[in-house]
């Protein structure tokens, strides 16, 4: 049975790409023999069809079935209105996910990037760049269980006056310190699970961006030096006008990523201490069959994340002004 | 430029696509999952992973061996959830994996047609197999027809139970608790931990990443069960029961005494902090940080991987009492937990591994290989300690189940974290039992 | 590297002079180094600490903390990689993994470059919206997706096939990688594909010849992250291989623990084994963040 699934596993990394390719060019000749302004009509959607049918059939449907899904009862036998909105939105639990969530967006994003865009610009002026990348990219591909087991070790508490063995209360004993109860105490555990998930984010940030600084050429950076400006100078008022672009979408994708977070706050306390997320409440409804509610909850982000969106949007209108 | 591009280009890939075709076709195609209704291969999901797999795969060694069917098993810890969107969307389903503990969900299922009886799946070996397992397991209370906690619905038994344990017991380490047991609550509590050299009363570790609170749950329900009786414990996980309501307040309050600052080893914030598995070590340190932990018969594996230099034996080294009678009138009301397996693929195969997991012998093999109690009244225990626990299960009136398994998901969670929110802030019980009433409200609703 | 620009020149006149120089140079360097090495530091240690858990026994963690093994006696023990290599059929359940993962990614990563060209290149009645509405689609729960695509994948009768995993994993990582890869094309110059206009260059060679090589650094991001967001899966493995007997390593490791936890010491085992793929994949694809490969025709 291994060696069928090698054969179909090669067929299709060969095969899709060249698929593809001959879609792009056998369609790109047919498409060149009509009228120029049929050509343009026809074109973009053409090209686009592949990602945007993908796109439709994962995720679009799928939408546009759970919101039918929140104006509907569990039994999917009635329509009740805005009902499960009126849950989500009165329930006394929510409160504290939508103020945990809102401390995620904030600092989680806000910490990412900048962590992210410093590394990658600092990273970029020494010549071990590559190992000290390795070392902020290290958390990346480490999964959530994984995370929750490296974490437990660093936030690991023992009674006042046993010997420590979490690295964070060991620490702290070094200093004559009472150890802390990091996720337990309500004033360290958001603090703590957004620590944790910004470390597992920056490498991601700091690679994206890193990408596009490559790309900015050097004679740039050279006519500026030569102009007398300083590094900070550079970094300041050249670089990272020039990464704004990318610094936007990274920005996003960590914004839609606070949003979505679960794996986290689940394995680790699963909400508990005050330290509930949307996703979090989103999933226990989910798992008691309350599909409606689950359903409203999917709804909400998604309308939150409009906004967002709008902004991307100007900003590519303002690259292609620009360009 | 592009016309050469183009015509290189369109010949490559021609090339490539036709021999990938060949290749594609001369291998046949490949993939599909072979079983159909099958009576030679059987898929079984179970969550049992570690020590408990390889005693299921002990257990399943000679069916093999006998019937030469092919058992394929899968870990799978989300199973409940990955049958529910199968059975939504209507695809392939394992043969034979856990039940769902949600009665909701079992009687969907059941009236979906997705669950089969275990009275086709038995046949002939159905009876044998209700007189030989514990009947708190197999049996409604008298006068009823349906059971969905133990999946009987409509007089018809939709799993089979395999395995048992029994909670609610108090763990101590012999060389250290030289006294008699206590024979109520109250004494237990009245004992003096200094005078045999511990530090504190109780150890307790209610944290368990995504589960966390569900021990502290498990030391509640042995107090409610037994301080205002089975119909009120059952009311309550049914929804019917109000948690503001006096006798589920009681019980709250009667299980702060035990994780109080003075009773608790560590004080709050450890019990809080500590993981059950390792909530027991200090029952071995020395001085010993503790005279009890309350816990299930499964503790007994974590206590010996702990401290595998000191070659900690059942009963020399580590012993139970069971769980001190708190009212004397409910003392047969005992605290268990089962394993099942249900059919959803009614095939010749899944129907033979059913019947030889329903018998003695297959059972006394997860018997010897120790850590739980089989489902078969009849097993025999080496293991002193699981002995003692078999008889406990035998000569008990009502073998109820854990409160917060039942209860549905959103409830069960808000449960759970309400025990470590009062053991953390004790002050706070009146609010998180009316904050509880709002959700039970709001759980037990099906829209 | 950029940073040349400002060292001290040297020259066979004055080596004295400037090897003051050098060494000033040097100390002004030297915040910098110290602050990359103590944010390295930070960053690196939680995992360090994983990693030699891993060689420790239970009974050792459980005593103190990791630190304490960098001093005799060690305590170190290959214990729970035993564990994890010695599960039935782990190698095979690596090989699936990669026989998941490969083809994946690069499906999704071909589809997403197109149809981020379209969005970034032409113009056409409605794209501001399909853009904001497939961007904003990663906002979904994808618990709410796996049911309509069950039934889907059920009427295609490729449920339960390792084509349906592939399916999935791209269904779901196309709108990232379109919003990222949009951004990264539509920020090439104008110029060049003017100047291949002119040249009588259709799109597709514009596409393959130009574009396509001036995003490798982007798409060698993306690989990375595609990669390895893959290769960690477990609900869509578990959802769409279905009874499947194909399963990747994420699904086995569950194997290790008991239901309730115990052996999770063996967890930290299987974690360095599945870090270490990726990783590997980051290491060799550092290459394409090099300068240079664009530089000249990015305009500033």
Same mark, same amino acid.
């Given at each position: 049975?291994?060696?069928?699934?090698?054969?179909?596993?090669?067929v299709?990394?060969?095969?899709?790409?060249?698929?593809?390719?001959a879609?792009?060019?056998?369609?790109?000749?047919?498409?060149?023999?009509?009228?120029?302004?049929?050509?343009?009509?026809?074109?973009?959607?053409?090209?686009?069809l592949?990602?945007?049918?993908?796109?439709?059939?994962?995720?679009?449907?799928?939408?546009?079935?759970?919101?039918?899904f929140?104006?509907?009862?569990?039994?999917?036998n009635a329509?009740?209105?805005?009902?499960?909105?009126?849950?989500?939105?009165?329930?006394?639990?929510?409160?504290t996910?939508?103020?945990?969530s809102?401390?995620?967006?904030?600092?989680?994003?806000?910490?990412?990037?900048?962590?992210?865009?410093?590394?990658?610009?600092?990273?970029?002026?020494?010549?071990?760049?590559?190992?000290?990348?390795?070392?902020?990219?290290l958390?990346?591909?480490?999964?959530?269980?994984?995370?929750?087991?490296?974490?437990?070790?660093?936030?690991?508490y023992?009674?006042?006056?046993a010997?420590?063995?979490?690295?964070?209360?060991?620490?702290?004993?070094?200093?004559?310190?009472?150890?802390?109860?990091?996720l337990?105490?309500?004033?360290?555990?958001?603090?703590?699970?957004?620590?944790?998930?910004?470390?597992?984010?920056?490498?991601?940030?700091?690679?994206?961006?890193?990408?596009?600084?490559k790309?900015?050429?050097?004679?740039?950076?050279?006519?500026?030096?030569?102009?007398?400006?300083?590094?900070?100078?550079?970094?300041?008022?050249?670089?990272?006008?020039?990464l704004?672009?990318?610094?936007?979408?990274?920005?996003?994708?960590?914004?839609?990523?606070?949003?979505?977070?679960?794996?986290?706050?689940?394995?680790m306390?699963?909400?508990?201490y005050?330290?509930?997320?949307?996703?979090?409440?989103?999933?226990?409804?989910?798992?008691?069959?309350?599909?409606?509610?689950?359903?409203a909850?999917?709804?909400?982000?998604?309308?939150?994340?409009?906004?967002l969106?709008?902004?991307?949007?100007r900003?590519?209108?303002?690259q292609?002004e620009?360009? | 430029m592009?016309?050469v591009?183009?015509?290189?280009?369109?010949?490559?890939?021609?090339?490539?696509?036709?021999?990938?075709?060949l290749?594609?076709?001369?291998?046949?195609?490949?993939?599909?999952?072979?079983g159909g209704?099958?009576?030679?291969?059987?898929?079984?999901?179970?969550?049992?992973?570690?020590?408990?797999?390889?005693?299921?795969?002990?257990?399943?060694?000679?069916?093999k061996?006998?019937?030469?069917?092919?058992?394929?098993?899968?870990?799978?810890?989300?199973?409940?959830?990955?049958l529910a969107?199968?059975?939504?969307?209507?695809?392939?389903?394992?043969?034979?994996?856990?039940?769902p503990?949600?009665?909701?969900?079992?009687?969907?299922?059941?009236?979906?047609?997705?669950?089969?009886p275990?009275?086709?799946?038995?046949?002939?070996?159905?009876?044998?197999y209700?007189?030989?397992?514990?009947?708190?397991?197999?049996?409604?209370p008298?006068?009823?027809?349906?059971?969905?906690?133990?999946?009987?619905?409509?007089?018809?038994?939709?799993?089979?139970?395999v395995k048992?344990?029994?909670?609610?017991?108090i763990?101590?380490?012999?060389?250290?608790?030289?006294?008699?047991?206590?024979?109520?609550?109250?004494?237990?509590?009245?004992i003096?931990?200094?005078?045999?050299?511990?530090?504190?009363?109780?150890?307790?570790?209610f944290?368990?990443?995504?589960?966390?609170?569900?021990?502290?749950?498990?030391?509640?329900?042995?107090?409610?069960?037994?301080q205002?009786?089975?119909?009120?414990?059952?009311?309550?996980?049914?929804?019917?029961?109000?948690?503001?309501?006096?006798?589920?307040?009681?019980?709250?309050?009667?299980?702060l005494?035990?994780?109080?600052?003075?009773?608790?080893?560590?004080?709050?914030?450890?019990?809080?902090?500590?993981?059950?598995?390792?909530?027991?070590?200090?029952l071995?340190?020395?001085?010993?940080?503790c005279?009890f932990?309350?816990?299930?018969?499964?503790?007994?594996?974590?206590?010996?991987?702990?401290?595998?230099?000191?070659?900690?034996?059942?009963?020399?080294d580590?012993?139970?009492?069971?769980?001190?009678s708190?009212?004397?009138?409910y003392?047969?009301?005992?605290?268990?937990?089962?394993?099942?397996?249900?059919?959803y693929?009614?095939?010749?195969?899944?129907?033979?591994?059913?019947?030889?997991?329903?018998?003695?012998?297959?059972?006394?093999i997860?018997?010897?290989?120790?850590?739980?109690?089989?489902?078969?009244?009849?097993?025999?225990?080496?293991?002193?300690?699981?002995?003692?626990?078999?008889?406990?299960?035998?000569?008990?009136k009502?073998?109820?189940?854990?409160?917060?398994?039942?209860?549905p998901?959103?409830?069960?969670?808000?449960?759970?974290?309400?025990?470590l929110?009062?053991?953390?802030?004790?002050?706070?019980?009146?609010?998180?039992?009316?904050?509880l009433d709002?959700?039970?409200?709001a759980?037990y609703?099906?829209? | 590297?950029?940073?040349?620009?400002?060292?001290?020149?040297?020259?066979?006149?004055?080596?004295?002079?400037?090897?003051?120089?050098n060494?000033?140079?040097?100390?002004?360097?030297?915040?910098?180094?110290?602050?990359?090495?103590?944010?390295?530091?930070?960053?690196?240690?939680?995992?360090?600490?994983?990693?030699?858990?891993?060689?420790?026994?239970?009974?050792?963690?459980?005593?103190?903390?990791?630190?304490?093994?960098?001093?005799p006696p060690?305590?170190?023990?290959?214990?729970?990689?035993?564990?994890?290599?010695?599960?039935?059929?782990v190698?095979?359940?690596?090989?699936?993994?990669i026989?998941?993962?490969?083809?994946?990614?690069?499906?999704?990563?071909?589809?997403a470059?197109?149809?981020?060209?379209?969005?970034?290149?032409?113009?056409?009645?409605?794209?501001?919206?399909?853009?904001? $509405?497939?961007?904003?689609?990663?906002? %979904? /729960?994808?618990?709410?997706?796996? !049911?309509?695509? +069950?039934?889907? &994948?059920h009427l *295609?009768g490729?449920?339960?096939?390792?084509?349906?995993?592939?399916?999935?994993?791209?269904?779901?990582?196309?709108?990232?990688?379109?919003?990222?890869?949009?951004?990264?094309?539509?920020?090439?110059?104008?110029?060049?594909?003017?100047s291949?206009?002119?040249?009588?260059?259709?799109?597709? $060679?514009?596409?393959?010849?130009?574009? %396509? /090589?001036?995003?490798i650094?982007? !798409?060698?991001? +993306?690989?990375? &992250?595609?990669? *390895?967001?893959?290769?960690?899966?477990l609900?869509v493995?578990l959802?769409?291989?279905?009874?499947?007997?194909?399963?990747?390593?994420?699904?086995?490791?569950?194997q290790?623990?008991?239901?309730?936890?115990?052996?999770?010491?063996?967890?930290?085992?299987?974690?360095?084994?599945?870090?270490?793929?990726p990783?590997?994949?980051?290491i060799f694809?550092?290459r394409?963040?090099?300068?240079?490969?664009?530089?000249?025709?990015v305009?500033?």
């Amino acid at each position: 049975m291994a060696l069928d699934q090698i054969i179909t596993a090669v067929v299709a990394v060969i095969g899709v790409p060249l698929v593809l390719l001959a879609y792009i060019i056998v369609g790109e000749q047919v498409i060149e023999r009509l009228s120029d302004r049929l050509q343009t009509w026809i074109r973009p959607y053409f090209w686009a069809l592949p990602a945007v049918g993908f796109a439709t059939v994962f995720m679009l449907y799928p939408m546009a079935r759970t919101v039918i899904f929140s104006l509907r009862n569990n039994d999917d036998n009635a329509w009740v209105g805005f009902a499960n909105y009126n849950y989500f939105f009165t329930f006394p639990d929510t409160l504290t996910a939508l103020r945990n969530s809102l401390l995620w967006l904030v600092f989680y994003t806000f910490f990412a990037v900048a962590f992210g865009l410093i590394a990658a610009i600092l990273l970029d002026r020494v010549r071990y760049e590559a190992l000290a990348k390795v070392a902020i990219f290290l958390p990346v591909p480490i999964s959530a269980v994984a995370a929750s087991i490296i974490w437990k070790f660093m936030f690991e508490y023992q009674p006042v006056g046993a010997t420590q063995t979490g690295t964070l209360n060991a620490l702290l004993g070094v200093a004559h310190h009472d150890p802390v109860a990091w996720l337990v105490d309500s004033t360290t555990n958001n603090a703590a699970l957004i620590f944790v998930g910004i470390w597992t984010a920056v490498g991601f940030c700091m690679v994206i961006i890193s990408a596009s600084l490559k790309a900015i050429s050097t004679e740039v950076l050279e006519a500026a030096r030569i102009d007398g400006a300083n590094e900070f100078q550079i970094v300041w008022l050249v670089v990272t006008p020039l990464l704004w672009p990318t610094i936007t979408v990274v920005g996003t994708t960590m914004l839609i990523n606070a949003l979505k977070t679960f794996d986290i706050v689940y394995v680790m306390t699963n909400g508990a201490y005050d330290t509930d997320v949307i996703a979090t409440r989103m999933f226990s409804q989910l798992q008691s069959n309350h599909i409606g509610r689950a359903a409203a909850v999917g709804v909400v982000l998604f309308i939150a994340i409009v906004p967002l969106m709008l902004v991307n949007i100007r900003r590519f209108q303002q690259q292609e002004e620009q360009r | 430029m592009s016309d050469v591009f183009t015509r290189l280009a369109s010949r490559a890939i021609a090339a490539g696509l036709g021999t990938l075709m060949l290749i594609a076709c001369s291998s046949g195609g490949g993939g599909g999952t072979g079983g159909g209704a099958s009576s030679t291969d059987v898929t079984v999901w179970t969550a049992w992973g570690g020590a408990e797999l390889k005693a299921f795969q002990d257990v399943l060694k000679p069916f093999k061996d006998q019937t030469g069917i092919n058992v394929h098993l899968t870990t799978n810890r989300d199973s409940t959830n990955q049958l529910a969107n199968g059975i939504a969307a209507g695809t392939d389903l394992p043969d034979i994996a856990p039940g769902p503990t949600d009665p909701n969900l079992v009687k969907s299922w059941v009236s979906k047609g997705a669950l089969k009886p275990m009275e086709t799946a038995l046949g002939d070996q159905f009876q044998a197999y209700i007189d030989n397992t514990y009947p708190a397991l197999t049996t409604p209370p008298s006068g009823q027809q349906d059971n969905p906690y133990i999946l009987v619905i409509g007089g018809k038994h939709y799993a089979l139970m395999v395995k048992t344990q029994v909670k609610g017991l108090i763990w101590y380490n012999k060389k250290v608790f030289t006294g008699t047991a206590p024979t109520s609550f109250d004494q237990m509590l009245q004992i003096n931990p200094s005078q045999y050299g511990a530090k504190s009363l109780f150890c307790a570790g209610f944290e368990s990443g995504a589960a966390s609170g569900w021990p502290a749950s498990d030391q509640i329900d042995n107090i409610i069960m037994r301080q205002s009786g089975d119909q009120v414990y059952t009311n309550w996980i049914q929804g019917k029961q109000k948690f503001t309501s006096p006798e589920i307040k009681l019980g709250y309050q009667t299980f702060l005494q035990e994780v109080s600052d003075q009773n608790v080893y560590g004080g709050r914030n450890t019990a809080l902090s500590t993981n059950f598995g390792k909530a027991g070590d200090p029952l071995f340190k020395n001085p010993a940080g503790c005279l009890f932990l309350e816990q299930a018969t499964f503790i007994t594996s974590f206590f010996q991987q702990d401290f595998p230099s000191l070659n900690l034996k059942a009963g020399t080294d580590f012993d139970f009492f069971a769980h001190p009678s708190v009212n004397s009138q409910y003392d047969g009301n005992i605290n268990g937990f089962y394993d099942n397996f249900s059919m959803y693929n009614d095939t010749p195969a899944a129907r033979k591994l059913l019947t030889y997991l329903s018998t003695k012998d297959a059972q006394q093999i997860w018997a010897n290989d120790g850590g739980t109690l089989g489902a078969i009244k009849t097993l025999t225990y080496t293991d002193p300690v699981f002995k003692r626990a078999a008889d406990i299960a035998n000569s008990a009136k009502n073998l109820l189940v854990t409160a917060g398994d039942f209860m549905p998901a959103d409830m069960q969670k808000a449960f759970w974290q309400s025990l470590l929110n009062v053991t953390k802030n004790p002050g706070s019980l009146d609010s998180e039992l009316a904050h509880l009433d709002q959700v039970q409200k709001a759980a037990y609703t099906t829209s | 590297m950029s940073a040349e620009a400002t060292r001290p020149r040297e020259s066979a006149v004055g080596k004295g002079v400037s090897a003051l120089d050098n060494l000033g140079y040097r100390l002004q360097r030297l915040p910098l180094h110290l602050v990359i090495i103590i944010f390295c530091a930070i960053w690196v240690v939680p995992t360090i600490g994983m990693i030699i858990n891993s060689f420790r026994s239970l009974q050792d963690m459980g005593n103190a903390g990791w630190w304490t093994t960098l001093f005799p006696p060690h305590g170190f023990t290959l214990a729970s990689y035993q564990a994890v290599l010695e599960i039935d059929g782990v190698p095979q359940s690596i090989l699936s993994s990669i026989l998941i993962t490969i083809p994946a990614t690069v499906i999704q990563l071909t589809i997403a470059t197109m149809g981020a060209y379209a969005f970034a290149w032409m113009r056409f009645p409605g794209r501001n919206i399909f853009f904001i $509405v497939i961007v904003a689609l990663m906002v %979904v /729960p994808i618990q709410m997706t796996l !049911i309509p695509v +069950l039934q889907l &994948f059920h009427l *295609l009768g490729i449920q339960g096939t390792i084509v349906a995993v592939w399916l999935a994993h791209s269904g779901y990582g196309l709108p990232f990688e379109v919003f990222l890869l949009r951004n990264y094309l539509g920020g090439l110059p104008r110029e060049i594909f003017e100047s291949a206009e002119v040249d009588g260059a259709g799109h597709a $060679v514009r596409f393959l010849r130009i574009a %396509v /090589p001036m995003t490798i650094p982007a !798409i060698a991001s +993306l690989v990375i &992250f595609v990669f *390895l967001g893959i290769w960690n899966d477990l609900l869509v493995a578990l959802t769409f291989l279905g009874t499947s007997q194909f399963r990747p390593f994420t699904v086995m490791i569950a194997q290790l623990v008991t239901s309730f936890g115990g052996g999770w010491q063996f967890l930290t085992a299987a974690a360095v084994l599945q870090m270490a793929l990726p990783l590997a994949v980051f290491i060799f694809l550092q290459r394409y963040f090099v300068r240079g490969i664009t530089s000249g025709s990015v305009k500033g």
